[in-house]
């Protein structure tokens, strides 16, 4: 479920997302509540609330909760397009 606040930012409840990346987007995910794993750039990462992830265009990257769904905030520049998410 995402839930957009701007263009720029949005706040999503994951359970996982699929393998995608962007041509143009830059996100940076912060967990709000719960743990996150994000595998991007064919590295792992744990990331808990309060801590940060930057992915950069063109890097395959997907999410997921751990035991229970996370909660992110995704600030996004330029703004997330669904032509620019490209799921593979």
């Known amino acids: 479920m995402v839930a957009e606040i701007t263009p720029q930012r949005a706040v999503a409840i994951v359970e996982r997302s699929l393998q995608h990346f962007h041509h143009r987007t830059t996100e940076i995910y912060r967990v709000l509540r719960g743990t996150l794993y994000v595998a991007c750039?064919?590295?792992?990462?744990?990331?808990?609330?309060?801590?940060t992830i930057t992915i950069r265009p063109g890097q395959i990257h997907f999410a997921r909760g751990s035991d229970e769904p996370a909660w992110i905030e995704v600030?996004?520049?330029?703004?997330?397009?669904?032509?620019?998410?490209?799921?593979?």
């Open 75 to 88: 600030l996004s520049e330029p703004p997330w397009t669904p032509d620019d998410h490209l799921i593979l």
């Open 41 to 51: 750039g064919g590295q792992g990462y744990v990331l808990g609330p309060g801590e």
